[in-house]
């Protein structure tokens, strides 16, 4: 049942209970004048009559016949002369005012007074005087019917007003609600038009709000899950970079070790052999000899150091554990003058080639920020496995974190981030509290 109509039986159920009041209220009335109306009827009535019929009464019938008949009707009051016998010898006429109508039962039976009967004596007969309030009923009947009229027509005029107006006044609802059904259906870009109501206006102009509110957060949405798309598949297309770098870098290693290493071994070789020769070489030949000699070592020394900066050919043959020692015995060659404590603990096997990777690059970054930036006295490393978790912990003694170290261009701790989040975990960066920076790694085993 829509709102409209609720209002309207409302408005008409409120006209009929008021119609009914004064209806009620008419009854009473009608009953109230009608006793007054018969008890002063009947009581002149009964008072003219008595008089007359104690003067006249006795002598003859004829003079009390005609001074009725001369009397006639009497409203409110039906007048019936009897003779000893019980004979109606005189009755008075029927009443002429609105004659041939009478009000229904059911109302007369409302408004009807206790009946009202006089009896006078005669030498010859009785003299009955009745109250007969029909002709009054009838005009209280009349007016009700009137009030009752009126009230209907009040009651259809006031309700098409009525529905005229609440139309008017909830026309606006409709739209609002076509609006609605609009948002559900997804058309966030409907708009409602102005409303002349103050309702209707604030519902509105709320109305237009939220839509606009939705259709910007919905596009914020779209663009951000663009923008997420876009970064995923970067990030993807970085993995991939990344995988075939270390596989190259893999190979360059792998190259210099067997093949570039074992040449520039024979190059030493022949050069050694130069400068031993005791006849059929000369002392500039000798010495050409000897640079080519050290040169040759020179260069098998920064070979072998790059190497493991490529990739220890350990972590393929070995595993992680014998890489990490390998590459902390070099960096406490290269500098004796750092401190370097190393924790290694259990790790199952095999851990896989990207997880070893991984960790063993993050190691590799975080030292080398350390000896770059940190000027620290003592690194500490632990490696262990917790709970399926694999954990990394590099701390320093330097002297931590700037202020801005957060800002666009690290891409070394990016890198470190980007390596554990490609397999489930996280690098947190973070000045100790007594000093020094502390790099955790934790990356899922399973």
Request: charged share 25%.
């Amino acid at each position: 049942m829509s709102l409209r109509l609720q209002i309207n039986l409302l408005i008409a159920s409120l006209i009929a209970i008021f119609i009914g009041v004064l209806f009620a209220f008419q009854i009473k009335d009608t009953r109230n004048s009608v006793r007054e109306e018969i008890e002063a009827g009947n009581r002149v009535a009964t008072q003219l009559l008595s008089n007359f019929v104690l003067v006249y009464a006795d002598t003859s019938r004829p003079m009390l016949v005609d001074f009725l008949i001369h009397l006639g009707r009497v409203r409110s009051t039906d007048i019936t002369l009897r003779d000893q016998q019980g004979s109606v010898v005189y009755s008075s006429p029927p009443p002429v005012y609105k004659a041939g109508r009478d009000a229904p039962a059911w109302y007369t039976a409302l408004v009807a007074p206790q009946p009202m009967q006089q009896r006078f004596d005669t030498f010859d007969g009785v003299l009955e005087v009745d109250a007969n309030p029909s002709r009054a009923i009838l005009d209280g009947w009349d007016d009700a019917v009137r009030l009752l009229q009126f009230g209907v027509l009040a009651m259809v005029l006031g309700n098409l007003l009525v529905f005229a107006l609440i139309w008017r006044a909830t026309r606006p609802f409709s739209v609002i609600a076509g609006g609605l059904d609009e948002l559900q259906r997804g058309a966030y870009h409907t708009r409602l038009p102005a409303f002349v109501g103050s309702e209707a206006g604030a519902i509105g102009s709320a109305f237009n709000r939220m839509a606009q509110t939705i259709e910007e957060n919905l596009n914020a949405r779209q663009q951000a899950i663009e923008a997420e798309l876009r970064l995923q598949q970067n990030r993807e297309l970085a993995d991939i970079v990344q995988t075939r770098i270390e596989d190259e870098r893999g190979e360059i290693a792998r190259e210099l070790h067997d093949e570039t290493g074992q040449s520039v071994t024979a190059i030493k070789s022949l050069a050694l052999s130069l400068t031993r020769r005791e006849q059929g070489c000369d002392e500039s030949a000798k010495q050409t000899a000897q640079l080519i000699v050290d040169t040759a070592s020179g260069l098998y020394a920064a070979m072998h150091d790059m190497i493991p900066r490529l990739r220890p050919l350990t972590l393929d043959s070995l595993g992680l554990t014998d890489a990490v020692g390998e590459r902390v015995d070099e960096w406490r060659r290269l500098n004796p003058q750092i401190e370097f404590k190393l924790q290694l603990g259990d790790l199952p096997e095999p851990l896989g080639t990207t997880v070893t990777l991984a960790v063993y690059r993050i190691l590799q970054e975080a030292i080398t920020n350390a000896l770059r930036h940190a000027q620290a006295q003592r690194i500490e490393i632990s490696l262990r496995a917790e709970s399926n978790v694999l954990r990394l912990d590099i701390d320093d003694d330097g002297r931590g974190l700037p202020a801005d170290w957060q800002r666009p261009g690290h891409y070394g701790l990016r890198g470190m981030a980007d390596r554990a989040r490609v397999l489930g975990g996280e690098v947190t960066v973070a000045n100790r509290t007594g000093g020094g920076v502390r790099v955790s790694a934790s990356i899922p085993l399973q």
